[in-house]
């Protein structure tokens, strides 16, 4: 047997507490993982209408300004991703980068997100595919419905059943499911384009203008288009498994933020003009309940509806699968390096760690059912699946841009005070200065707009909140494990001596005592 295995009790070989997966997986698997987690169609079908409200026919506007902000953020992971990778993603880049407490507290914001984001993606799948069921009864007032918790059943067996397999099998699957709803959206596209938008306004490109907005309208409205893109960073968990990964995650990186920025514009752009730029255009955009849907209608035919309602569908699932991966290699370069069970630091002999992927799945599966018992939480949807993913989407949101914003500082740390200063030239050193800086910036308005007016403690941006303080306090108490995570990290990502001389965490932590 070798050094990287050992058997269970059932005689089946596992990778050994602390191995490193294979890096076997194509660029296509890293750049189909991403995808998947930020789901195009689920965006595109449900991320605009209330932009409208704030924005109203600009909302094109508000996608390149969104872009251009997503890509500040993606510069600061590409910078990192060239030269770390890791199972644990921001946990490795930024432990790697500016210290192991700093990186665990990262690490855990993070883990937080992608839960939320399994567990709101199961919803909505479950909501989809009743919408689906209503699709094909068309004409009845009250359509025959399946109970959502017994779809979140069945949809959980799925996921348990593919959870911790061959990533590149799982990876094909996103591929496709994702890939069937960004055709779908082309067609769409060039049907709207064909037939020249709405009759009323036709092709009316004043709508990438300031005209009738002002400059806070669109911030408040970049905030909305700049979360369609949370989740584009998921390839960076595969940083263990990918081949040369130094070179094909930040590609991936770049190939996500690309397809998704031009997809994203183009398509809000179609829909806009789709829709109408006039008062009653824009209306029908704003209470349209699938945008995709009724515009596949509406410029090509009922048939083409369902298909839409059947991509989205495919497409939540897909992204179901992608974030439980995501999250469960996170699980798994926690308890590998000490913070868990040891057990959840083991891969499944293909590859996967599929018992951190099973625990993932049980939460997701006992919060949802204790969702539907309680008929917490009330979102104002009418659908208790569909408030089920706004809670727990606004929720991952937060954590997640709070795992972004230490992104920036680690790239920022990185060309300034790491140990990689001596790689950068001047150039270099400004760029990965002032872009991770203005990143910085956006991310805080992005923070502040979804907690700024919560008053409710159980809100979704106030819970997040509290995860992650909760994340800061372990990072600052648990002196031990913050040692074993540096020695850990330091053996894993090759860099001796991690975390003696950096992490400011560390040092408050030292100066208090801990």
Same mark, same amino acid.
């Given at each position: 047997?070798?050094? !990287?295995?050992?058997?269970? $009790?059932?005689?089946?070989?596992?990778?050994?507490?602390?191995?490193?997966?294979?890096?076997?997986?194509?660029?296509?698997?890293?750049?189909?993982?991403?995808?998947?987690?930020?789901?195009?169609?689920?965006?595109?079908?449900?991320?605009?209408?209330?932009?409208?409200?704030?924005?109203?026919?600009?909302?094109?506007?508000?996608?390149?300004?969104?872009?251009? /902000?997503?890509?500040?953020?993606? #510069?600061?992971?590409?910078?990192?991703?060239?030269?770390?990778?890791?199972?644990?993603?921001?946990?490795?880049?930024?432990?790697?980068?500016?210290?192991?407490?700093?990186?665990?507290?990262?690490?855990?914001?993070?883990?937080?997100?992608?839960?939320?984001?399994?567990?709101?993606?199961?919803?909505?799948?479950?909501?989809?595919?009743?919408?689906?069921?209503?699709?094909?009864?068309?004409?009845?007032?009250?359509?025959?419905?399946?109970?959502?918790?017994?779809?979140?059943?069945?949809?959980?067996?799925? $996921?348990?059943?593919?959870?911790?397999?061959?990533?590149?099998?799982?990876?094909?699957?996103?591929?496709?499911?994702?890939? &069937?709803?960004?055709?779908?959206?082309?067609?769409?596209?060039?049907?709207?384009? /064909?037939?020249?938008?709405?009759?009323?306004?036709?092709?009316?490109?004043?709508?990438?203008?300031?005209?009738?907005?002002?400059? /806070?309208?669109?911030?408040?409205?970049?905030?909305?288009?700049? @979360?369609?893109?949370?989740?584009?960073?998921?390839?960076? $968990?595969?940083?263990?498994?990918?081949?040369?990964?130094?070179?094909?995650?930040?590609?991936?990186? %770049?190939?996500?933020?690309?397809?998704?920025?031009?997809?994203?514009?183009?398509?809000?752009?179609?829909?806009?003009?789709?829709?109408?730029?006039?008062?009653?255009?824009?209306?029908?955009?704003?209470?349209?309940?699938?945008?995709?849907?009724?515009?596949?209608?509406? #410029?090509?035919?009922?048939?083409?509806?369902?298909?839409?309602?059947?991509?989205?569908?495919?497409?939540?699932?897909?992204?179901?699968?992608?974030?439980?991966?995501?999250?469960?290699?996170?699980? #798994?370069?926690?308890?590998?390096?000490?913070?868990?069970?040891? $057990?959840?630091? &083991?891969?499944?002999?293909?590859?996967?760690?599929?018992?951190?992927?099973?625990?993932? @799945?049980?939460? &997701?599966?006992?919060?949802?059912?204790?969702?539907?018992?309680?008929?917490?939480?009330?979102?104002?949807?009418?659908?208790?699946?569909?408030?089920?993913?706004? #809670?727990?989407?606004?929720?991952?949101?937060?954590?997640?841009?709070?795992?972004?914003?230490?992104?920036?500082?680690?790239?920022?740390? %990185?060309?300034?005070?790491?140990?990689?200063?001596?790689?950068?030239? /001047?150039?270099?050193?400004? @760029?990965?200065?002032?872009?991770?800086?203005?990143?910085?910036?956006?991310?805080?308005?992005?923070?502040?707009?979804?907690?700024?007016?919560?008053?409710?403690?159980?809100?979704?941006?106030?819970?997040?909140?509290?995860?992650?303080?909760?994340?800061?306090?372990?990072?600052?108490?648990?002196?031990?494990?913050?040692?074993?995570?540096?020695?850990?990290?330091?053996?894993?990502?090759?860099?001796?001596?991690?975390?003696?001389?950096?992490?400011?965490?560390?040092? !408050?932590?030292?100066?208090?005592?801990?």
């Amino acid at each position: 047997m070798s050094a !990287t295995e050992s058997t269970e $009790s059932t005689g089946t070989p596992t990778a050994a507490p602390g191995s490193a997966p294979r890096r076997a997986l194509p660029l296509w698997a890293a750049l189909a993982l991403s995808l998947a987690t930020v789901g195009p169609t689920l965006a595109m079908a449900g991320n605009g209408q209330g932009l409208v409200a704030i924005v109203g026919k600009s909302v094109p506007l508000v996608f390149v300004i969104g872009a251009i /902000g997503v890509a500040l953020v993606g #510069y600061g992971f590409m910078r990192l991703t060239r030269h770390l990778n890791h199972a644990g993603s921001a946990y490795g880049l930024i432990g790697g980068t500016i210290g192991p407490r700093t990186g665990f507290f990262s690490g855990w914001a993070m883990l937080g997100a992608y839960v939320g984001f399994s567990i709101g993606t199961l919803a909505l799948t479950a909501a989809f595919v009743n919408a689906l069921i209503a699709a094909f009864q068309p004409g009845v007032e009250h359509p025959f419905q399946l109970p959502w918790p017994l779809l979140i059943i069945l949809g959980a067996v799925v $996921s348990f059943l593919l959870a911790g397999r061959d990533v590149a099998l799982i990876a094909k699957v996103l591929l496709i499911i994702e890939g &069937v709803g960004i055709v779908a959206m082309i067609v769409l596209v060039i049907a709207i384009f /064909g037939r020249g938008g709405a009759h009323t306004t036709g092709i009316d490109f004043s709508s990438f203008s300031f005209t009738g907005v002002d400059v /806070g309208q669109v911030l408040s409205g970049v905030v909305a288009a700049f @979360l369609s893109w949370a989740g584009f960073e998921a390839c960076a $968990s595969l940083g263990e498994e990918t081949n040369n990964p130094k070179r094909n995650i930040p590609r991936a990186l %770049f190939g996500t933020l690309l397809i998704t920025g031009v997809l994203f514009v183009v398509v809000m752009f179609a829909e806009t003009i789709g829709f109408g730029t006039d008062k009653a255009g824009l209306k029908a955009f704003g209470t349209s309940g699938n945008t995709l849907g009724d515009l596949g209608t509406q #410029y090509i035919g009922p048939w083409f509806g369902v298909i839409a309602i059947f991509t989205a569908t495919c497409a939540a699932f897909g992204s179901h699968m992608a974030t439980v991966a995501t999250a469960s290699r996170m699980l #798994y370069a926690f308890a590998r390096d000490g913070f868990g069970p040891r $057990s959840l630091g &083991v891969l499944h002999p293909k590859g996967g760690p599929r018992r951190a992927a099973w625990l993932v @799945l049980a939460v &997701v599966v006992v919060s949802l059912l204790i969702c539907a018992a309680t008929g917490w939480p009330v979102m104002g949807t009418d659908n208790a699946a569909i408030d089920a993913y706004f #809670y727990f989407a606004i929720a991952g949101t937060v954590c997640l841009m709070v795992a972004y914003l230490m992104v920036e500082v680690a790239a920022i740390w %990185f060309v300034n005070h790491g140990r990689f200063r001596v790689v950068h030239g /001047g150039t270099g050193r400004v @760029l990965g200065t002032v872009l991770p800086a203005l990143g910085i910036v956006v991310i805080a308005i992005v923070i502040w707009f979804n907690v700024k007016d919560s008053t409710d403690p159980s809100a979704a941006g106030v819970v997040a909140l509290l995860w992650c303080a909760l994340g800061l306090i372990l990072a600052l108490a648990a002196s031990r494990i913050a040692k074993r995570v540096g020695a850990s990290l330091a053996r894993e990502l090759e860099l001796p001596g991690l975390g003696k001389e950096l992490d400011p965490i560390h040092v !408050t932590g030292a100066a208090q005592g801990s």
